[in-house]
């Protein structure tokens, strides 16, 4: 089917920088909007950021505005985060999701699919 692998998550000091990545692979037919989501312990899985098939929109929570910057390359199936100026309320695991039309059994299929996830740990 479709399998979405997450990587780039680690842990790092306040204002620091992490690039995180999700690489789609299967039998992907083509990839609609790809974004990045996260869940802190306790707290709901949140939107962190979107971008549409193309790349040329994208959206941001307003804690990810100015700090992070959403990516992709359709070549490599794959969306990436890149995140500065870290704060440690970014902590959670952060995951990505992607709007995929493939192929299956002689025919098209459209379904969201999310990765395994990604720790990032920001350390005061």
């Known amino acids: 089917q479709v399998q979405l692998v997450e990587s780039g998550g680690g842990l790092v000091q306040a204002g620091g920088s992490l690039r995180l990545s999700c690489a789609a692979s299967?039998?992907?037919?083509?990839?609609?909007?790809m974004g990045w989501y996260r869940q802190a312990p306790g707290n709901q899985r949140e939107l962190v950021a979107t971008?549409?098939?193309?790349?040329?929109?994208?959206n941001y929570a307003d804690s990810a505005k100015g700090r992070f910057t959403i990516s992709r390359d359709n070549a490599k199936n794959t969306v990436y985060l890149q995140m500065n100026s870290l704060k440690p309320e970014d902590t959670a695991v952060y995951y990505c999701?992607?709007?995929?039309?493939?192929?299956?059994?002689?025919?098209?299929?459209?379904?969201?699919?999310w990765g395994q996830g990604t720790q990032v740990t920001v350390s005061s």
């Open positions: 299967g039998s992907i037919f083509s990839i609609n909007a």
């Open positions: 971008i549409t098939s193309g790349g040329g929109s994208t």
């Open positions: 999701n992607a709007d995929v039309t493939y192929y299956r059994l002689g025919s098209y299929n459209r379904q969201h699919f």
